[in-house]
């Protein structure tokens, strides 16, 4: 098939292209700085995607948006917004001019759209408040209009591990010197998936006939002070230092405290009856497939 995707050069894409070209797809990336001869101009905030495609695309995947671990600033809120929603309104401004639209768009989303609770959710559960729920409820706005000819994937994606990149290494690093702790309580849950596994539940998503809203998650939804402590014991380093209080916290990070004092246990049941078998379904497995050797 050919993929169009925007994303591209983020860490899911890194580790997502080679799986889909291995598969024989062949994949277009959307960049502002194109470096290989894959990449394609585009710059979202003018709306504007090079015409030099001319192949008919089969399926979209967009996985743009800048990390939401950055500061949260007034401008980088704004840049966080922005570079979801102006990358969805590009996507289908670009979608409606082709004579034959893609057969499937696969979008990314997150799980910050759900309420912090620590009852189980999943994908027919109601919307959180806040910066990152509503910056999700817009994310996902795009999809009432789309062509009714293009199925719809929206992936509600958890905490992703991988060695290189994102929460993994920065949680690695007070776990290595002896001092990894809980935060907060503890208590609040932690849903999470391995980068492989994300990596092949979007490749399942162009395979199998599903549509709507997934969760990207994996089965096991763990808490803070189990996933620290389970950190620790991968990667056999003591676990005594006390929790990280609240306040403290809160003081350090102000509105983005949210991130990791909010609980999400999400379901990944949906997409498991949808016929997907994850390679890492226990934080166990997947730590030791990030961290080894």
């Not at 098939?1 to 990336?29: D, Q, T």
């Amino acid at each position: 098939m050919n993929i169009l995707m925007a994303g591209g050069s983020g860490n899911v894409g890194r580790n997502l292209i080679p799986i889909l070209e291995a598969k024989g797809h062949r994949v277009w990336v959307l960049t502002r700085n194109p470096k290989t001869a894959r990449d394609l101009i585009w710059n979202p905030a003018q709306k504007f995607i090079s015409d030099s495609l001319q192949t008919p695309i089969d399926v979209i995947i967009n996985l743009n948006g800048f990390s939401v671990s950055n500061r949260w600033t007034v401008e980088n809120k704004k840049r966080m917004y922005t570079s979801r929603v102006d990358a969805n309104d590009t996507l289908m401004a670009w979608a409606q001019k082709q004579t034959q639209p893609p057969h499937t768009w696969i979008n990314a989303s997150a799980i910050g759209i759900y309420p912090s609770l620590s009852t189980l959710q999943d994908e027919q559960s109601g919307f959180g408040s806040g910066f990152l729920a509503d910056l999700c409820k817009q994310w996902e706005a795009f999809q009432q209009d789309i062509d009714s000819r293009t199925r719809i994937v929206i992936l509600r994606i958890g905490i992703v591990l991988d060695r290189h990149s994102g929460a993994l290494p920065s949680l690695k690093i007070p776990t290595a010197w002896g001092v990894g702790s809980a935060i907060g309580d503890g208590e609040q849950y932690m849903s999470w998936i391995d980068m492989e596994d994300l990596c092949r539940m979007i490749d399942f998503s162009i395979d199998h006939p599903i549509q709507g809203i997934y969760n990207a998650v994996s089965p096991e939804p763990v808490s803070n002070a189990t996933f620290s402590k389970t950190l620790a014991q991968v990667m056999g380093r003591p676990f005594w230092a006390p929790k990280v209080p609240a306040f403290v916290v809160t003081t350090l990070m102000g509105e983005m405290a949210s991130m990791v004092l909010n609980s999400h246990r999400i379901s990944a049941q949906k997409i498991m009856t949808a016929g997907f078998q994850f390679n890492f379904p226990t934080l166990t497995s997947s730590l030791k497939h990030q961290l080894k050797k």
